[in-house]
């Protein structure tokens, strides 16, 4: 024979909020282990949204003549792809190619799902001059 434990509901105990511009006093339940705590943190535990895999169409502006290219891409893909996607629809462009996101300059080895890169976003082309 099974028999099951019933386990009463926990009640918090709650402490008066007191507002500033003297309305009521606001009940605010909160849990006893916290209440000498003066700093807490949050995790994330799951991401809400998946991005493996998912394609979408970002544009590459060629901040030389202005010309813009459109390339469709997965998040997993890294800017080295995009790169290389790149150069081969617009193969007068060679060289060291540079990429800003953001206004920042972004590496090779970075993926667009770890930039934040979502469907239509730009990335624009510049050249970085070495001189004293």
């Keep these: 024979m099974a028999t099951a434990m019933l ?20 009940p605010v339940p909160y ?8 700093h807490t943190s949050l995790r994330v535990v799951k991401d809400p949204e998946p991005t493996r895999g998912i394609h979408f169409t970002v544009t590459v502006l060629n901040g ?14 890294t800017i080295g792809k995009l790169l290389r996607s790149f150069q081969r629809k617009r193969p007068d462009l060679t060289g060291s190619l540079n990429l800003a996101y953001n206004g920042k300059p972004v590496q090779g080895h970075q993926s667009l799902g770890e930039l934040g890169v979502k469907n239509g976003a730009t990335f624009i082309t510049f050249q970085r001059c070495i001189g004293g």
């Design 7 to 26: 386990q009463c509901p926990r009640v918090l105990p709650v402490r008066l909020q007191h507002s500033l511009r003297g309305d009521p006093p606001i």
């Design 31 to 38: 849990d006893p282990t916290f209440l000498n705590t003066t």
């Design 64 to 77: 030389s003549d202005g010309k813009r290219v459109p390339l469709v891409l997965k998040s997993t893909d």
